[in-house]
């Protein structure tokens, strides 16, 4: 079936540098790829989303790239701060059924 | 609270209990969708409506049901069936296909 692979399932950097989680998916159809962040406790919500007919988005520190050919898609965070720490999920539409299938999660610590 | 209302927060099962979890949204949103969390695992659809009266299963169905008899209402019912119910239950609602989810502050489920 359908499945998305997500890396890494964590990631610990220091405030200021980078971040960048990585998604494969493998339903040739999908073609809407969001983003949502979940704090400790809390409820996911979506930060950034890309469609099939775009490469990049970008959105003030975070952006992210989509591969049609490759089935890839990553998340960029850049300049990150203690705040950005929390579970990131990417998810990748399900053909034309109208739902989502998401990766496991990738937890980002950001160290001050 | 987002548009998107769950209750209860928390909620304890006893063994062969049915309950049933309550999910609202005021977003107009036609699409809603329940999603279970566990540990490491991600978000895995258990049912999804995107029209009034109409609902289809998603990957892990088994013991659970819903109904879709107003737009603004998907509850889920967790029946004895479900075997090992104790995990994070959301849910999300979203114009349609190609559009981000908003989710609920989502129930915690365990059984006791």
């Known amino acids: 079936g359908e499945n998305v692979e997500q890396h890494p399932s964590t990631l610990s950097v220091q405030e200021g540098d980078s971040a960048v989680i990585k998604c494969t998916y493998s339903d040739s159809a999908s073609n809407y790829f969001p983003w949502y962040k979940q704090e400790l406790g809390k409820r996911p919500q979506l930060i950034i989303d890309?469609?099939?007919?775009?490469g990049e988005k970008k959105d003030q520190r975070i952006a992210v790239t989509l591969n049609k050919t490759a089935k890839h898609f990553s998340l960029h965070i850049t300049e990150t701060q203690p705040e950005d720490s929390a579970v990131y999920f990417c998810?990748?539409?399900?053909?034309?059924?109208?739902?989502?299938?998401f990766g496991k999660g990738t937890k980002l610590s950001v160290k001050p | 609270d987002g548009g998107i209302t769950q209750s209860p927060k928390y909620l304890f099962r006893k063994e062969g209990q049915n309950v049933t979890l309550s999910c609202e949204q005021n977003?107009?949103?036609?699409?809603m969708y329940w999603y279970r969390q566990d540990p490491g695992q991600g978000l895995r659809l258990i049912y999804y409506?995107?029209?009034?009266?109409?609902?289809q299963k998603g990957d892990i169905a088994e013991g659970y049901s819903v109904s879709r008899e107003k737009k603004e209402s998907f509850p889920l019912t967790v029946t004895s069936a479900q075997k090992n119910p104790t995990a994070f239950y959301l849910c999300a609602s979203s114009h349609g296909i190609l559009y981000g989810y908003t989710f609920g502050s989502g129930t915690r489920l365990t059984v006791v």
């Open positions: 977003l107009n949103h036609d699409a």
């Open positions: 890309i469609r099939s007919n775009v």
């Open positions: 409506s995107q029209i009034v009266n109409d609902f």
């Open positions: 998810a990748a539409s399900r053909g034309s059924q109208g739902n989502l299938i």
